[in-house]
């Protein structure tokens, strides 16, 4: 069964600790991974898509990266406006219209 | 340019009634999606509409779940006979989608409805 897991579910930084959070699959025929960003009350916003083991996509303090398993989002001397939910999702090659959603890491950032 | 709009931005109801939630997607976009996300969980994928193709019903959880959309704009999701297992907040995506073989484009989302079923 195709599955999306990521971990860990929960993780509270001091500002400017820098840590990674993990996206890992296991899904047949990956097409395409997307990360997003999910604030209390909001609809998820889009950070980066990876299409192929090795690529790196950078925006800020984030840098999303992605290999045949697993993607991982690092993040670099975070700050409190950091602190949301990162969803991972997939898109499968033989199921083109449908994403399979991660349950998100809390991040907590503390001044 | 405007983004996804969703209303209501909030709905209580009673068991039993129903309720019809509203998706305004990005102008220009021919892909819609709706996800149900419940407290502590994932999005849920629900149906996907593709400009005139019919749309993808697979995520519906029962037939008391429809959804519907006017040509490349606005969507309604209908749920009838509401359970008090309905109650999520259900979001709203769309995109630009290529044809088959190219790259799916990003979804862009809505705010979501919330939905309490009392």
């Known amino acids: 069964e195709d599955q999306v897991t990521q971990s860990p579910e929960a993780l509270r930084l001091q500002e400017g600790e820098s840590s990674s959070l993990n996206c890992s699959y296991t899904?047949?025929?990956?097409?395409?991974l997307f990360w997003y960003r999910q604030d209390p009350g909001k609809g998820p916003e889009f950070l980066f898509t990876?299409?192929?083991a090795g690529e790196e996509k950078e925006k800020e303090r984030l840098k999303a990266t992605l290999t045949k398993k697993e993607s991982f989002l690092h993040i670099t001397a975070p700050k409190p406006e950091d602190s949301a939910t990162y969803l991972c999702?997939?898109?499968?090659?033989?199921?083109?219209?449908?994403?399979?959603f991660g349950t998100g890491t809390s991040l907590t950032v503390i001044p | 340019g405007a983004g996804v709009s969703q209303s209501p931005s909030n709905k209580v109801t009673e068991k039993g009634k129903d309720v019809e939630l509203r998706c305004d997607p990005i102008?220009?976009?021919?892909?819609l999606y709706w996800y149900r996300q419940r407290l502590g969980q994932g999005l849920e994928f629900l149906i996907y509409?593709?400009?005139?193709?019919?749309?993808?019903k697979s995520g519906l959880p029962s037939d008391r779940f429809s959804a519907e959309r006017t040509g490349e704009s606005v969507s309604t999701l209908t749920i009838q006979r509401t359970q008090q297992e309905d109650s999520a907040v259900y979001l709203c995506?769309?995109?630009?989608?290529?044809?088959?073989?190219?790259?799916?484009?990003?979804?862009?989302f809505g705010p979501g409805t919330r939905l309490l079923v009392l």
């Open positions: 995506a769309s995109s630009l989608a290529t044809s088959g073989g190219a790259r799916q484009e990003t979804q862009y």
């Open positions: 899904v047949s025929g990956l097409r395409g």
């Open positions: 990876l299409y192929s």
């Open positions: 999702a997939v898109q499968l090659k033989n199921t083109g219209n449908q994403f399979y």
């Open positions: 102008s220009g976009h021919t892909a």
């Open positions: 509409f593709q400009g005139n193709s019919a749309p993808d």
